[in-house]
């Protein structure tokens, strides 16, 4: 590439060199005729002798052209109209410069002979010379210079728009598209280097996303592995607190079954949070009657603070296990950061059974009410000293999108209020 521009340079050196050179050759080739006397005695001289017949004078023995009058000043001859265009009288000709001179026999004056300016030819000449001449370089430097501008568009300027395009693609993480190379451009010496970065950044982000992968499954491995000592630890505890007499020992154990259903509902968290990320969070719709919510309502209520309202006749498209999930978060989630009664009710809204569950604590700040549902997020205001991931409301969330429907976080003065949009069949 580099080559090729000397190349170029040296060549319109050479241009301009030749062109110059050119204009002053033009230019120094012109002479100017010189009238002397001899050259117009023989012009007079010539057509004293061809007076009765100036057709016949041999205008070419001439090296300059001339024009005779008679004794009227009416036009005799001329060797070019073009010359002597708008000369009707020998004082035409002075006017214009013109050389003059009268055509006698002895006393009797004949006419008059005149001649251009010979100066003025010349500098005509000079003009017509140095016009083709500027008009030839002009073309050979227009078409130079439509030649140069090819030659940056095609080696420079597409070159550069390739990369540009390469590289926002790199931005927008498409690593996929190589770059084409092309070494006869002048960024051919980077190109390659570039599809090699983009290689190399396609091959880091592929090794990203497997350890990431791993560690998705890692963590959902792990949270299915804990659940079953949880779950031993929880069923010891049934059995202690049933067969335990000394009242102390029985609130202890309480106390440690209260801590393993906590963590239970960690892991199960956990758990649903990767298998989300992994894709794996399913949802399999069924049309169930709407008593089923009041079945899970009952089954998450484990303090009794929950007063629901009868639940209006419909069928509902939900998957149950999952159901189940989304509001066992929610009353969960009261019961730790309210620890007051629970309001359930029931309308309908649109094609959606609107199901709201209000507790009476301090709520959120309403900047967070966005926020509630971003993974690993816990509310500012009522959330320090007390144990959770930040995942119940973003999984809950993220259940209702798959089964069709919605969750609304709402908060007013009277307290939080969750709102389930559950789709009717």
């Not at 004794?71 to 006017?95: H, M, Q, Y």
């Not at 026999?105 to 008059?112: K, Q, S, V």
């Not at 549902?373 to 816990?378: A, D, E, L, V």
Request: glycine share 6%; net charge negative.
């Amino acid at each position: 590439m580099i080559k090729g521009f000397r190349k170029f340079f040296i060549y319109l050196t050479i241009l301009l060199i030749g062109s110059i050179t050119l204009l002053i050759l033009v230019a120094g080739s012109t002479y100017y005729d010189e009238n002397d006397s001899i050259t117009l005695n023989a012009i007079v001289q010539t057509a004293k002798e061809n007076w009765k017949n100036p057709e016949a004078i041999d205008k070419t023995q001439f090296d300059t052209d001339f024009m005779i009058f008679g004794r009227n000043n009416e036009k005799l001859f001329t060797t070019s109209e073009k010359v002597f265009s708008g000369i009707n009288v020998p004082l035409d000709a002075a006017r214009e410069g013109m050389c003059t001179m009268t055509v006698n026999d002895g006393e009797i004056f004949l006419g008059t002979v005149v001649i251009p300016n010979s100066a003025k030819v010349g500098f005509q000449r000079t003009i017509r010379r140095l016009t083709i001449a500027i008009i030839f370089i002009t073309a050979a430097l227009l078409i130079t210079y439509i030649t140069f501008l090819h030659y940056i568009n095609k080696n420079v300027v597409k070159p550069f728009n390739r990369m540009k395009e390469f590289a926002g693609l790199v931005a927008q993480g498409r690593l996929d598209e190589p770059l084409i190379m092309d070494r006869n451009n002048i960024f051919g010496a980077f190109t390659e280097s570039f599809d090699i970065m983009r290689e190399e950044l396609k091959a880091a982000r592929q090794r990203e996303q497997n350890l990431k992968l791993k560690e998705k499954e890692l963590v959902a491995s792990l949270s299915h592995d804990l659940k079953t000592p949880v779950t031993g630890i929880k069923a010891i505890c049934g059995v202690l607190s049933v067969k335990l007499q000394d009242e102390y020992l029985k609130t202890k154990v309480d106390n440690i079954e209260q801590k393993t259903q906590e963590i239970s509902t960690l892991l199960n968290d956990l758990m649903a949070s990767a298998l989300d990320d992994l894709g794996e969070m399913n949802v399999n719709l069924t049309e169930e009657v709407a008593d089923i919510i009041m079945t899970i309502v009952e089954e998450h209520d484990i303090y009794g603070k929950v007063n629901s309202e009868d639940i209006p006749d419909c069928i509902l498209k939900l998957d149950r296990n999952r159901m189940s999930q989304v509001i066992g978060n929610i009353i969960n989630n009261s019961y730790k950061y309210a620890d007051t009664k629970i309001d359930i009710s029931y309308a309908f809204s649109g094609n959606f059974l609107e199901m709201r569950i209000r507790d009476y604590g301090e709520g959120v700040d309403p900047e967070e009410l966005e926020l509630l549902t971003n993974k690993f997020y816990r509310g500012k205001k009522n959330a320090a000293g007390k144990d959770g991931s930040g995942l119940g409301l973003y999984i809950s969330s993220e259940l209702m999108k798959k089964m069709q429907g919605q969750l609304i976080c709402i908060n007013d003065k009277e307290g939080f209020e969750v709102r389930l949009m559950i789709p009717l069949a």
